[in-house]
Structure formats: structure tokens, C-alpha cells
């Protein structure tokens, strides 16, 4: 992934100008609270970059936080808006096919809009890879990517579009479906863009 592209949107765009910027991320959340975790639950947000959803999952009370993005720029906005509530979040630079994670640390996975830049198969190999090691056995992860609908680019870069049979057959049969949902996102251009929301469940017995 390239990590000079996303410094630059971050240096040429505010935060609230992005095309994928919400000023609550309600239908992650929403995930977050079926699941009914405990307040200590370890909780990644991968590509969180600026987004507010580390505050939320703050105000909710949890504690064990991680957000990772290309980033640097884009988790230092998120940084300074948290001020010293963003202490104790453990804040990681890197591109998430690449990246080392602690095994078995995580008992909930968000990424909202960056799988579906994976566009190499190798890629998206090494990222199911490491959602299966980094994932305690029985945890979740949420998805949420271009629906078949959606756009086939976005900020300049080709993107792979799911279904919800396609994104299930990606992760394999380690990972239990959950569900799906659909959601029209509204851009702050103006712009509509389908996105597909997927849940699954890493099999206890999968974990690597």
C-alpha cells in the first residue's frame, strides 16, 4: 500500500473533507454495542486514521484500544482532537499487510474502507493471515467495504468491490458469517456510495 498517497490526501484535504468522513461512525458502532463487550475488551480499528470513532468507543468506556493507519498525519489529527483521553490508545503507523501484531491479543477487529484496496490476492492472504493470529479465538471482526453497487475507485485508486458471498469466501471457513448489512454513505461532496458492512467470528479452534 502506499503510504506517500494517503500523507498526501491528509496534507492536501481537512478531516471532515475526506470522502469517507463521518462525524460518527453509527453502523460500526452499532456492532460494537450487539457485541456487548466487556470494558477491558482489546479492540483494533484498522485504517482509523482520523476518524471519531476512538472517541466513541472512549465515551463507551473502553480502555484497550488500538488504531493503526498509513498514516502518520492522519493519527496525529485523531491525537491532538483526544488531547489526553487518547493516553492509554496504542496509536501504530504502518501498512496492515506487513504489519507484526501480538497473537491472540484482539477481541474485535473494525476496518471501515480498507480492504477493499487490497487488490492483490497476495495482499488480502497476508491480511486474513493476520486477522486469524491476531484475533483471540471466538472474536470478531467487522468489514466494511465497497458493495457491488459501490464505487470502482476511490481517491484515486482502484478498489475491489463484495458481495456478501464474496467477502465470506475471501476470509474462508475459519471465520463464521455473522451477518451483513448495506449502507448508503453520503460523502461530504454530496456523492453516494454503497458500502457493504460484513460480521464474522473467528472459529475457536482456527486461531493460529
Not at 68 to 80: F, G, N, P, W
Not at 172 to 192: K, L, N, Y
Amino acid at each position: 500500500m502506499n503510504q506517500r498517497h494517503w500523507e498526501d490526501v491528509y496534507s492536501r484535504k481537512a478531516a471532515d473533507q475526506v470522502s469517507w468522513f463521518q462525524p460518527h461512525l453509527e453502523r460500526s458502532l452499532q456492532f460494537v454495542d450487539q457485541a456487548k463487550l466487556p470494558a477491558d475488551a482489546a479492540i483494533i480499528d484498522v485504517g482509523g486514521g482520523a476518524s471519531t470513532f476512538v472517541d466513541d468507543l472512549i465515551t463507551r468506556g473502553f480502555s484497550a484500544l488500538t488504531v493503526v493507519d498509513l498514516s502518520a498525519r492522519a493519527l496525529e489529527i485523531a491525537r491532538s482532537r483526544l488531547g489526553d483521553r487518547g493516553a492509554s490508545v496504542e496509536w501504530l503507523v504502518g501498512d496492515i499487510t506487513t504489519l507484526e501484531l501480538p497473537e491472540h491479543r484482539y477481541d474485535f477487529w473494525h476496518d471501515r474502507a480498507v480492504f477493499h484496496f487490497l487488490t492483490d490476492p497476495l495482499q488480502r492472504a497476508r491480511y486474513v493471515e493476520l486477522v486469524r493470529k491476531s484475533l483471540k479465538p471466538g472474536g470478531r471482526i467487522v468489514v466494511a467495504t465497497f458493495s457491488p453497487d459501490g464505487p470502482t475507485r476511490c481517491s484515486g485508486l482502484d478498489v475491489t468491490q463484495y458481495s456478501e458471498g464474496a467477502i465470506h469466501a475471501v476470509f474462508g471457513a475459519d471465520f463464521d458469517p455473522i451477518g451483513c448489512v448495506r449502507e448508503t454513505h453520503h460523502t461530504p461532496s454530496g456523492s453516494s456510495q454503497e458500502f457493504l458492512y460484513c460480521e464474522c467470528r473467528l472459529l475457536p479452534d482456527a486461531a493460529t
